[in-house]
């Protein structure tokens, strides 16, 4: 039964009534105004009045309702992207997002892709196992909403981008090229007294598309007790690197086995402990000399053989192009001689036995943006006054480690040509071989290590952002 | 790691209203989604848009591929593509790394204007900020007869043309880009150098006229 209130001296259903009749263009005059007082009062109307009011409070509330799905399911929600494999946490909480008229809710579509919504903490969490643009559906009712009407629906799109790895083809290279050449080497040694791990792999850029690992190493023990070891990359950029780089690399080998070359060397051995014992400016210029014409004469003659080798087979000499590294080492009572020659962008470092400090064998052509570096196929590096410099020898008591790499590994592990030099960075470079590093890969440097060669090369498919490049490591110990 | 800049510079003038500017919103999402799966794109590539019409806004700020969502656009007012060098040269001058003896630099970032229409503001000026900054090369796109290939051509000697600016050739537009910065992603990436310009690219499809 309809109980008429009175606000402001008018009850609602006079209000109504009156209302109705203004809309209608109809004036209540003042001799009317009793006749109004007894329509509302009227049993018949006030049930009538009362079901309209009830009709429009239902209209209202439905409307404001709908209003309120509709501004819910057309808020910006936004979260953040994810990345297979790499666990992902968002963020959803409703009195942030201003639903605290929510009373029911589910989430559709996290659970297929590896995600699911934990409510005691607000985060969408989970490790994300399928890439896409998913559509996730929130279902959800409001209150007030009659809880027999089905769930409202709101897509929240949820980016997950593949896993980069996983982006990464690898194609086997033509083995029916005339220059080809195996993908990835990994091999343990003896060289002389030392051990020699070495490994070469082809890159992932160049996996991907299916061509030819362009770095390349050699090494040798020799008949008069000294070992070389040789390093080379060849040059992105050009169409036969990969066989110039190989040219470089044995063309070295072959220079130091010749008997001309081992007769040469010998004269190390009386300059040596001559230089141990007393380095007065004349053992060290003499030194420096032989040093010079010895591995002067290699280098020279790998130009050469590379220029021939362009001549018969159609290639213009820059199309070799390839960057060149070496060092020959002999133990002497008086301690280890290293000599070396570098042209390029790949470093040659000993660490001392304490490893307290690195010595730099060469420096690195690099130019303004790391796109400069130089090659062994350019004629102007045996004209220009520097040409000198690219040697090194050194005599050392005892050392840690020998390392030649090509910039496949340096930079990944250094980064700027700074670190080089920085003892530190080496540290971590240890460090990192002896597993600290995302794989957790360990490399024991032990000649009586039987799983040496595994370690190494599975330590060498590091994955590392932008560094994509041909790897190659040469480590004497 | 050597990040790719891609400054994108999108007309969102009244005229861009309906079919162009949905195909623009379209252009940009499909770009992303395919430079999603390129491997070097996404270690490398970041992406920056800038829109321009009453005012210039950067709408998104220099953000890596896998973190990029693309925010609505609409399309009303004029056409400032003056104000708009303007912003993209102070974003280059915030966003873009440079090298130092301490650790490597960005890449030169690569510029993609595409407009409909005349500049309606100063754009010389514009063009004078814009030319202080290195880049590896800008193209601009004139989409429909609107546009003035020949004024674009003081900004860039890289101007495209499109005979409409209607969805198919503005996705043609973007599918080009997206090529671009997936070679772009790999040679600096592979090479270790620079790109220097357009001859690097790969060549457009044929509803881009190239300008001479």
């Not at chain 1, 409070?57 to 994810?82: C, F, Y």
């Not at chain 1, 520097?386 to 250094?414: E, N, T």
């Not at chain 2, 992303?32 to 970041?46: C, V």
């Amino acid at each position: 039964m309809f109980v008429s209130k009175k606000i402001n001296g008018m009850s609602d259903a006079k209000q109504l009534v009156t209302t109705l009749l203004k809309n209608n263009n109809i004036q209540v005059p003042a001799d009317r105004k009793q006749l109004l007082n007894q329509f509302v009062q009227d049993e018949a109307n006030l049930r009538a009045i009362s079901t309209i009011i009830k009709n429009q409070d239902q209209l209202m509330t439905k409307w404001k309702l709908e209003n309120r799905i509709a501004d819910i399911r057309q808020q910006s929600v936004r979260i953040p992207n994810g990345t297979v494999g790499k666990p992902y946490e968002a963020r959803f909480d409703f009195d942030l997002l201003s639903w605290k008229d929510i009373t029911e809710y589910e989430f559709e579509g996290l659970q297929n892709i590896g995600l699911h919504y934990d409510s005691k903490i607000k985060l969408i969490t989970g490790t994300p196992a399928e890439s896409g643009d998913h559509k996730i559906i929130f279902k959800f009712k409001i209150s007030g909403q009659p809880a027999e009407l089905p769930f409202n629906e709101k897509i929240i799109p949820l980016i997950i981008n593949p896993d980069p790895r996983s982006l990464w083809k690898t194609l086997e290279s033509d083995k029916a090229d005339p220059w080809w050449k195996q993908d990835d080497v990994t091999i343990f040694s003896p060289l002389g007294p030392l051990q020699l791990l070495v490994s070469s792999k082809r890159g992932r850029s160049h996996a991907n598309v299916g061509s030819f690992r362009e770095d390349d190493f050699a090494f040798s023990e020799l008949e008069n007790g000294w070992s070389i070891v040789v390093v080379a990359d060849g040059a992105g950029s050009a169409k036969a690197s990969r066989k110039g780089s190989s040219i470089a690399c044995n063309a070295v080998v072959e220079y130091f086995k010749e008997p001309a070359a081992i007769d040469n060397m010998k004269e190390f051995d009386q300059l040596i402990p001559a230089y141990k014992n007393n380095t007065g400016e004349e053992t060290a210029a003499k030194i420096n000399r032989l040093v010079y014409n010895n591995l002067g004469k290699a280098v020279f003659q790998v130009h050469k053989n590379l220029e021939e080798f362009a001549a018969t087979n159609n290639l213009a000499l820059k199309d070799l192009n390839s960057t060149l590294i070496f060092t020959l080492i002999k133990k002497y009572q008086e301690g280890f001689a290293f000599l070396s020659f570098g042209v390029g962008d790949c470093p040659i470092a000993i660490i001392n036995k304490d490893k307290t400090e690195v010595i730099l064998m060469n420096w690195l052509d690099v130019g303004e943006f790391g796109g400069g570096t130089r090659f062994i196929t350019m004629a102007e590096i045996f004209k220009s006054d520097k040409f000198a410099s690219r040697f090194g020898f050194k005599l050392m008591d005892d050392f840690s480690y020998l390392m030649l790499m090509s910039d496949g590994i340096y930079d990944p592990k250094f980064v700027v040509e700074n670190s080089l030099a920085d003892i530190k960075k080496w540290h971590q470079l240890l460090a990192d071989l002896g597993g600290k590093n995302e794989d957790g890969v360990a490399v024991v440097l032990d000649k009586d290590n039987p799983d040496i060669v595994e370690q190494f090369s599975r330590w060498m498919d590091f994955w590392s952002p932008g560094n994509h490049d041909d790897r190659t490591l040469a480590i004497v110990f | 790691m050597r990040r790719l800049p891609v400054y994108l510079l999108l007309d969102t003038s009244g005229s861009m209203t309906g079919e162009p500017i949905e195909a623009v919103k379209n252009g940009v999402q499909v770009m992303i989604s395919s430079l999603r799966q390129n491997p070097q794109a996404i270690e490398t590539a970041y992406i920056s848009i800038i829109s321009f019409d009453s005012v210039a806004k950067q709408i998104v700020t220099l953000t890596d591929l896998a973190s990029f969502q693309m925010v609505d656009i609409k399309a009303s007012g004029t056409t400032c593509l003056g104000e708009a060098l303007k912003l993209v040269s102070t974003c280059i001058d915030t966003e873009v790394v440079k090298t130092t003896p301490e650790q490597k630099g960005d890449w030169k970032p690569l510029v993609f204007i595409m407009t409909d229409g005349i500049p309606t503001d100063d754009w010389q000026s514009g063009l004078e900020e814009y030319k202080k900054r290195k880049v590896a090369f800008t193209v601009a796109c004139a989409a429909g007869t609107g546009a003035d290939a020949n004024l674009l051509k003081q900004i860039t000697e890289n101007v495209v043309t499109l005979d409409t600016a209607d969805s198919q050739s503005i996705a043609k537009f973007f599918t080009w880009v997206t090529a671009s910065i997936g070679v772009t992603s790999t040679k600096v990436e592979d090479g270790g150098k620079e790109v220097t310009g357009i001859g690097e690219l790969p060549p457009p499809p044929s509803e881009l006229n190239i300008v001479v």
